[in-house]
């Protein structure tokens, strides 16, 4: 398992996991590096596992996108992650990635008023860690019943407006050999994120396994307090930001083939020179080919380019911010052009869906879009 423990040794030390620190850290591991398994990782560990819905669908009402959605995303996620667990060896644990409210000051705290918690919150025993999913947009101390991680009461933490998503745990990292256990957890945290977006509203969602340690004297839940207490600012701005807005996916992908040959009847160079090359003999057949794959290259190159500009404009009009990830290989027929996280208000994903129908109807092209997400993509650390 060392390429997760790599991802989560990139999480403690607050860096961005991304392939060129996941490498650093698996060579400072002296661990095989597998491109698939790479990819893999960067795909769980930024909470960007396949969800995906083809686009196509003959409207985009909101019951039939959402339950599309929730069906795919758990036959991607089970599928993806069953392949991946096949593959991953278990490795020596590294050590826990621990967020930074071990360096706060400890200092009194007074809290808001709270209402009741359920009788089995009141009597458990006070854990030595809490186990965190979500910030979340609502000042209420509430539990969501007994939807977390091994069954575990999911309730907030509340400071002024803002409350944090947890449940008790002890604390040592969700780790195990056992392979279905852990793909369980990944998905139930998932689950726990979307149930807190359904009931606040507005989610600061964190990545799998963030454990909250209590310091000195400071017990965990006070802990995470000062953490609300001092960062309120910061996450009280990235909520407004986020709120009434969702995380959408979209991949477009082209045809090469096809593509390939609307360049060759549109360029009348290319044309010219695909027309000599099948009337030379072979010897000098070969020079034309070579000169002709130099220059087809060049255009598709270029083409490639003026599509993307063209589509991330179309884009963008329906969005408030898009990010560009990185694209992923597809299948023998297609190549993926671009993959996109877009921030979308709640009023426009429609006109994002329409906008991409009239690209995917385009020859040799075809479009993905999923959602509604919890934005991951864009809640920045720190």
Not at 87 to 106: C, W
Not at 131 to 153: F, H, K, M, N, P
Request: charged share 30%; hydrophobic share 35%; proline share 5%.
């Amino acid at each position: 398992m060392s390429y997760i423990y790599a991802g989560l040794a990139l999480q403690g030390m607050e860096k961005e996991i991304n392939e060129a620190n996941l490498k650093k850290v698996l060579g400072s591991m002296n661990a095989p590096m597998d491109e698939a398994e790479i990819q893999a990782l960067l795909a769980l560990m930024n909470h960007s596992a396949p969800k995906r819905v083809e686009i196509g669908e003959p409207s985009f009402a909101p019951e039939l996108r959402r339950l599309a959605s929730q069906i795919e995303v758990l036959k991607a996620r089970v599928s993806a992650l069953e392949e991946r667990m096949a593959r991953v060896e278990f490795a020596e644990a590294a050590e826990p990635p621990a967020p930074t409210l071990e360096e706060r000051v400890a200092r009194e705290v007074a809290g808001p008023a709270e209402t009741e918690l359920s009788a089995s919150a009141k009597t458990e025993i006070v854990s030595e860690a809490r186990y965190l999913y979500c910030v979340a947009d609502g000042g209420e101390r509430t539990s969501l019943g007994e939807i977390g991680i091994d069954g575990s009461e999911v309730y907030t933490i509340p400071y002024r407006d803002l409350c944090a998503v947890v449940h008790n745990c002890t604390s040592e990292p969700y780790e195990s050999e056992d392979n279905e256990l852990v793909k369980g957890w990944v998905l139930t945290h998932q689950a726990v994120v979307d149930a807190a977006q359904e009931r606040f509203g507005t989610v600061l969602p964190l990545g799998f396994d963030a454990i909250i340690k209590g310091e000195g004297d400071i017990d965990p839940e006070a802990n995470m307090i000062n953490w609300l207490r001092d960062d309120y600012e910061n996450l009280r701005t990235k909520a407004e930001r986020l709120r009434d807005k969702a995380e959408y996916g979209v991949q477009i992908f082209w045809d090469p083939r096809i593509i390939t040959d609307m360049i060759t009847q549109a360029n009348e160079e290319i044309r010219k020179l695909d027309e000599e090359m099948r009337s030379k003999p072979k010897g000098t057949a070969y020079m034309y080919k070579q000169k002709l794959e130099k220059v087809l290259k060049k255009e598709v190159e270029a083409k490639a380019d003026e599509y993307f500009r063209d589509f991330y404009s179309r884009i963008k009009n329906h969005a408030d911010d898009v990010r560009v990830d990185k694209t992923k290989k597809a299948d023998e027929d297609r190549q993926m052009l671009m993959n996109l996280s877009c921030l979308v208000p709640k009023d426009k994903y429609v006109e994002l869906g329409e906008e991409l129908e009239g690209i995917s109807e385009m020859e040799g092209f075809s479009v993905r879009f999923t959602g509604p997400w919890p934005p991951y993509s864009f809640v920045a650390p720190g």
